[in-house]
């Protein structure tokens, strides 16, 4: 009898944490192409997702070391910045989403927009990649590219166009626009979550995605991206 009040007290304290441990996880967006909903509660911060990945699994055409650095160093930074500048604000208890787009259109807020604007255009273009990814997609995605760009190398020349054209840093994006696709380039932190466009996925030209790697060779990163790394799949969920 002992025993299983021990037992008892043991599970109950086990069950406890579990609950304090799920309640302190605060996702990143409401987006469910990255991300499943859950709803946060007070005083949660805002926390890093998982790569979808491992750090080496874009080798050889990102390296660990790059992703230990842009994931690890640089978007981790962006989460802790947002955390210290929303914390006892009312923007602490909104999604990122909402502060993204409460933020944008408040100049007092640039800070606030730049790092959460920058944390969620980071786990969508962790998401826009995958291992043995790129090339020419199939199925519906390869039927929208060819209806609303022509044909696929239509839309390579204009991503491409897109992010060697970014002057300085930014993001290149292909993004569903009143039912057609369409590439668009942002600078610095911008991002389509601020229009009525809808991204569907997204290239990292800030230098710290690819010195380390291609050193001012931003071409040839553009064109590694393409043939062998974006993730169509991804692509393919965003536009349903
Ligand atoms: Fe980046």
Redesign the pocket.
Known sequence: MQMSKRKLLKSSILGLGILIAACKTKFLTNNSSIKPTIKKGVNMAFQLPELPYAKNALVPHISENTINF?YGK?HNAYVTNLNNLVAGTDLAEKSLEEVIKISSADKTKAGIFNNSAQVWN?TF?WHSMKPNGGGKPSGEVLKKIEADFGSYENFVTEFKNAGTTQFGSGWAWLVLDNGKLKITKTGNAETPLTTSAKPLMTM?V?E??YYLDYQNARPNYIDTFLNHLVNWDFVAQNLK
Do not use: E, G, R
Request: overall charge negative; glycine content about 0%.
């Open positions: 842009h640089h980071h273009y990292d800030w710290h995605a």
